[in-house]
Every structure is written in C-alpha cells, then in structure tokens.
T-cell receptor
Framework: GAVVSQHPSWVICKSGTSVKIECRSL??????MFWYRQFPKQSLMLMAT?????????EQGVEKDKFLINHASLTLSTLTVTSAHPEDSSFYIC????????????FGPGTRLTVT | GNSVTQMEGPVTLSEEAFLTINCTYT??????LFWYVQYPGEGLQLLLK?????DKGSNKGFEATYRKETTSFHLEKGSVQVSDSAVYFC???????????????FGDGTTLTVKP
C-alpha cells in the first residue's frame, strides 16, 4: 500500500523557537495533504488542508500565522510551528491523498512535539 | 455539520472474547465510513471501509456494516487477540459535500485492551 512518512518522529524544542515537520508521500503523488493535531487520549483535530501549489485552507480556530503549511511539491508538505510554546506540545499527524476525494487517505506515523 | 459518536472506552476484554464498538454518525450527504486503528506511538492505519448503504467492510477478522437506517457503522470481531489492543477510530468522509475536499470527521476513539 501507499506509504506516507513524517520527519522527525519526535522533537523537543525550547519555547520561542520554530520547528518544521515534513510529510512525504513515498510512492505516490499527493495532490492533497491534511494536517491533524492529536491531544493525549483524544481524537484527531483537522488543522488544515493543503493542495499542491496553492495556499492551505485552515480550519476555524487554527492560527495560520502560527502553523505555516507549505505544499511545494506533489510529494512533500511541511508544517512549521512558529514561536512554539508549551501549549503547542502535541502529536501532529499528516495524511495524503493521491487524487479527488474518492481516493483513500494514507496517514503518516506522526510527530511528537514537546516544547519546554 | 457532520459528526461521529463512538462508544466510550476503555474497553477491556479477555482473549477470544467477542468485540463490538458502537459508532453512529450524522451527515448531510452520503458519506463513506471508515474504521481506523492506532497502535501506541503510531499513526492511523485504515482497518476497513464502506462506501454505501448495506456495504460490509472487513479486514483481519474485523467487520462493520453500513446501516443507513440506523446511521451506524459498528465494529465487530468474533475473537479478539492481545495484538488487537489499540485505539479504534470511526470516521466519515462526505464526498458529496461540495468544497470540503473530502475531509474526514473522526470519532473520539475507543481504547481496546485485550488481556491474555
């Protein structure tokens, strides 16, 4: 099946710094990628939807200037958490889809961010 | 808007017991329904899906039937194993809703622990 990778798998950073998380589709071209945030023992919260070559669409309540998303190619999307604070600590998961909404989403393994 | 309600956990069963995790949904269109599984520290994996009413999704001994009349998609397995211990998420994706890019709506997840 299709594989989606994320890098890094975990990261610890200091408050005020920025962190970039990569999401790659390894064996298919992802026209759409989704970024989710998952709090402990809770469900996934969709943060934004990104289409290759265009600006990401953010969900209500998600600060686009804080969570910068770039979908520069058909195999790579990045999420940058700017000026991170401890409350940004979470598990960030991306998913990728090859074509229109009838295609399946494939999920990455997630990135654990801890802000100290 | 769309929503998914899952049976609250945690669920603890003995090996070879019968499993049911209830899931009901609310959707404005004609959604596809999914069950995902998340093992500790990992991302989500698609377990099974059904795209229209009365479809049955099945995989690895798990089954779920799309019941439009009761708006349900309950997950079942006849004999669980210790290796089935994970968090299970019910989700829907409404492909008929214009402009939503096939975004998924997730339930809160149900933690299953199977004891030997």
């Amino acid at each position: 099946g299709a594989v989606v990778s994320q890098h890094p798998s975990w990261v610890i950073c200091k408050s005020g710094t920025s962190v970039k998380i990569e999401c790659r589709s390894l064996d298919f071209q992802a026209t759409t990628m989704f970024w989710y945030r998952q709090f402990p023992k809770q469900s996934l919260m969709l943060m934004a939807t990104s289409n290759e070559g265009s600006k990401a669409t953010y969900e209500q309540g998600v600060e686009k200037d804080k969570f910068l998303i770039n979908h520069a190619s058909l195999t790579l999307s990045t999420l940058t958490v700017t000026s991170a604070h401890p409350e940004d600590s979470s598990f960030y998961i991306c998913s990728a889809r090859e074509g229109d909404p009838s295609y399946e989403q494939y999920f990455g393994p997630g990135t654990r961010l801890t802000v100290t | 808007g769309n929503s998914v309600t899952q049976m609250e956990g945690p669920v603890t069963l003995s090996e070879e017991a019968f499993l049911t995790i209830n899931c009901t949904y609310t959707a404005t269109g004609y959604p596809s329904l999914f069950w995902y599984v998340q093992y500790p520290g990992e991302g989500l994996q698609l377990l099974l899906k059904a795209t229209k009413a009365d479809d049955k999704g099945s995989n690895k001994g798990f089954e779920a039937t799309y019941r439009k009349e009761t708006t349900s998609f309950h997950l079942e397995k006849g004999s669980v194993q210790v290796s089935d211990s994970a968090v299970y998420f019910c989700a829907l994706s409404d492909l008929t809703l214009r402009g939503n890019a096939g975004k998924s709506t997730f339930g809160d997840g149900t933690t299953l622990t199977v004891k030997p």
